[in-house]
């Protein structure tokens, strides 16, 4: 798939980008506001961003909006955060027809409330139609909470006597995951100036191409995922092999 930018170069889209969607705090603190307003302006950057990915025909999009470890943080940011979700929720599912965007979750929903669960649950299944992007929303994701459940999955299997231990393979392992199905990240985006996976997507990232950017999450805008497209373009992935 290639896009057009400034009518002048073209690049191939690749078909998974990952972005940790960090930054919210320090954007608010530079203006004077409370950490709550940088989630509400990072909000607002996800639906530009997924638009845009729409547009250039990405097939998936996978976002870190909260993780397991972010239960570190005080009860008021915690629940700003998770207010922000089901707001976002409830306009995702009034708008659907409209955005034709097909939204997965990934990590374990039953730490949120009943409400968000429903709404999460409401959203991936009404949006299964859809074939658009497919965007991947990790909400109280951690890596790897994700592998040891998947590693406790197959446990439970063999105790079972459906499955040996020696049957396993990456293939199979990589099926038990949340992201069972989705292939793995081409490109994994991490904004604010952090050089770091921060428990995001360990498994899958194996051979996934890293692009960091100063650039706070609530400021990227669709020329910042250009320049991240872009860089991608330049890079040799040679999967351990060697190129010719
Ligand atoms: C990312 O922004 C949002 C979440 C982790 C929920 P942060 O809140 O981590 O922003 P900084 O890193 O403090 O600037
Ligand atoms: C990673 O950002 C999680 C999300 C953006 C959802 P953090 O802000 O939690 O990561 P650390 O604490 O800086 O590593
Ligand atoms: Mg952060």
């Given at each position: 798939m290639l896009f057009r930018k400034k009518q002048t170069t073209e690049f191939a889209v690749p078909t998974h980008i990952a972005i940790v969607m960090d930054g919210n705090g320090r954007w608010a603190k530079k203006r004077g506001l409370p950490r709550t307003a940088g989630h509400a302006a990072g909000a607002e950057t996800f639906r530009r961003i997924a638009n845009y990915a729409k547009s250039i025909?990405?097939?998936?999009?996978?976002?870190?909006?909260?993780?397991?470890?972010?239960?570190?943080?005080?009860?008021?940011?915690?629940?700003?955060?998770?207010?922000?979700?089901?707001?976002?929720?409830?306009?995702?599912?009034?708008?659907?027809?409209?955005?034709?965007?097909?939204?997965?979750?990934?990590?374990?929903?039953?730490?949120?409330?009943?409400?968000?669960?429903?709404?999460?649950?409401?959203?991936?299944?009404?949006?299964?139609?859809?074939?658009?992007?497919?965007?991947?929303?990790?909400?109280?994701?951690?890596?790897?909470?994700?592998?040891?459940?998947?590693?406790?999955?197959?446990?439970?299997?063999?105790?079972?006597?459906?499955?040996?231990?020696?049957?396993?393979?990456?293939?199979?392992?990589?099926?038990?995951?949340?992201?069972?199905?989705?292939?793995?990240?081409?490109?994994?985006?991490?904004?604010?100036?952090?050089?770091?996976?921060?428990?995001?997507l360990l498994w899958q990232s194996a051979y996934s191409e890293y692009y960091f950017t100063d650039t706070l999450w609530p400021d990227f805008t669709e020329a910042d995922l250009d320049e991240a497209i872009r860089a991608y373009n330049g890079r040799s992935r040679r999967y351990g092999g060697v190129t010719t």
């Open positions: 025909g990405l097939k998936y999009l996978t976002v870190y909006a909260f993780s397991t470890e972010n239960w570190k943080r005080s009860p008021e940011e915690v629940q700003a955060i998770m207010d922000l979700l089901e707001k976002y929720l409830r306009e995702l599912i009034r708008d659907m027809e409209k955005n034709r965007v097909r939204f997965c979750f990934f990590g374990d929903l039953t730490r949120l409330s009943p409400e968000l669960q429903a709404e999460a649950r409401e959203t991936a299944e009404k949006s299964k139609i859809y074939d658009g992007v497919q965007v991947n929303f990790c909400i109280n994701y951690g890596a790897r909470d994700e592998i040891v459940r998947a590693a406790s999955a197959f446990a439970a299997r063999c105790a079972r006597g459906e499955a040996k231990p020696e049957e396993l393979t990456e293939a199979a392992f990589g099926q038990l995951l949340y992201s069972a199905d989705v292939p793995d990240p081409d490109l994994i985006i991490r904004p604010s100036g952090e050089l770091r996976t921060s428990n995001f």
